[in-house]
């Protein structure tokens, strides 16, 4: 899945994601209450280096990390507007951080310090289940004993028709008004690049990487379509 590929719908309708997670369309109030207070209670007595695949404009960063000392932020997305808009947020809030345009899948790029911590949010769907057991297999090659992950992603009920899921999804959008110029290029970006897991997929793939899971919990705003929010430790 080549990076133009992946983008295609939301490079240039970017506002139209953004305005699903400020009307927490996808459950991210939910799960930034979680991801931080995790994050609060780990990292309290020290200080931690965050790598954010799949990190878009890195929008809940800052709110995120702010009872925390966060010495770096590695944000990885292929999107470049993203990253631009990412860039002037985190410039404004005085975080330090390098970004990286490329594939998420590529896993962790050369850095000069490890991360204490990796954060993904909707991002890591956009595989299929084997570049999904790769990516986690290939982190927990990478990364340090000490590190944890958050991540929260998209999950499909057992038994549930990936068609069933996709409509129902549609209807859910419609009746919380999303305009009718940006609900085609959204379905279009779902239909074409999502790929979920029922919530036993998604534990088998973490659990036979190596990746021991302390919390999983179902999150989301419906439903019909919730995210799996987990916290992983190597």
């Given at each position: 899945?080549?990076?133009?590929?992946?983008?295609?719908?939301?490079?240039?309708?970017?506002?139209?994601?953004?305005?699903?997670?400020?009307?927490?369309?996808?459950?991210?109030?939910?799960?930034?209450?979680?991801?931080?207070?995790?994050?609060q209670d780990r990292y309290k007595d020290s200080s931690?280096?965050?790598?954010?695949?799949?990190?878009?404009?890195?929008?809940?960063?800052?709110?995120?990390?702010?009872?925390?000392?966060?010495?770096?932020?590695?944000?990885?997305?292929?999107?470049?507007?993203?990253?631009?808009?990412?860039?002037?947020?985190?410039?404004?809030?005085?975080?330090?951080?390098?970004?990286?345009?490329?594939?998420?899948?590529?896993?962790?790029?050369?850095?000069?310090?490890?991360?204490?911590?990796?954060?993904?949010?909707?991002?890591?769907?956009?595989?299929?289940?084997?570049?999904?057991?790769?990516?986690f297999s290939n982190l927990y090659q990478q990364v340090s004993g000490e590190c944890s992950f958050v991540l929260?992603?998209?999950?499909?009920?057992?038994?549930?028709?990936?068609?069933?899921?996709?409509?129902?999804?549609?209807?859910?959008?419609?009746?919380?008004?999303?305009?009718?110029?940006?609900?085609?290029?959204?379905?279009?970006?779902?239909?074409?690049?999502?790929?979920?897991?029922?919530?036993?997929?998604?534990?088998?793939?973490?659990?036979?990487?190596?990746?021991?899971?302390?919390?999983?919990?179902?999150?989301?705003?419906?439903?019909?379509?919730?995210?799996?929010?987990?916290?992983?430790?190597?």
């Amino acid at each position: 899945m080549s990076g133009d590929e992946v983008t295609s719908v939301f490079k240039d309708r970017w506002s139209a994601y953004q305005w699903l997670v400020e009307n927490n369309l996808m459950g991210l109030r939910e799960i930034l209450v979680a991801a931080r207070s995790f994050i609060q209670d780990r990292y309290k007595d020290s200080s931690v280096t965050l790598t954010d695949f799949g990190c878009g404009n890195s929008l809940l960063i800052p709110e995120l990390t702010h009872s925390v000392q966060l010495d770096y932020y590695f944000g990885i997305d292929l999107a470049e507007n993203a990253l631009s808009m990412a860039q002037r947020l985190l410039e404004s809030n005085r975080i330090k951080y390098r970004q990286f345009c490329q594939d998420l899948f590529l896993g962790m790029p050369q850095v000069s310090c490890s991360s204490d911590l990796i954060y993904s949010a909707f991002a890591v769907h956009h595989g299929d289940e084997q570049q999904k057991r790769q990516f986690f297999s290939n982190l927990y090659q990478q990364v340090s004993g000490e590190c944890s992950f958050v991540l929260a992603d998209i999950m499909i009920h057992e038994g549930q028709s990936f068609n069933d899921y996709t409509n129902i999804m549609e209807q859910y959008f419609v009746g919380q008004g999303v305009r009718s110029d940006w609900l085609p290029h959204i379905m279009t970006h779902i239909r074409q690049y999502d790929y979920p897991e029922t919530e036993d997929s998604w534990l088998d793939i973490v659990r036979s990487s190596g990746w021991n899971v302390v919390c999983k919990q179902s999150v989301g705003p419906v439903e019909a379509f919730p995210a799996i929010f987990m916290i992983l430790d190597r």
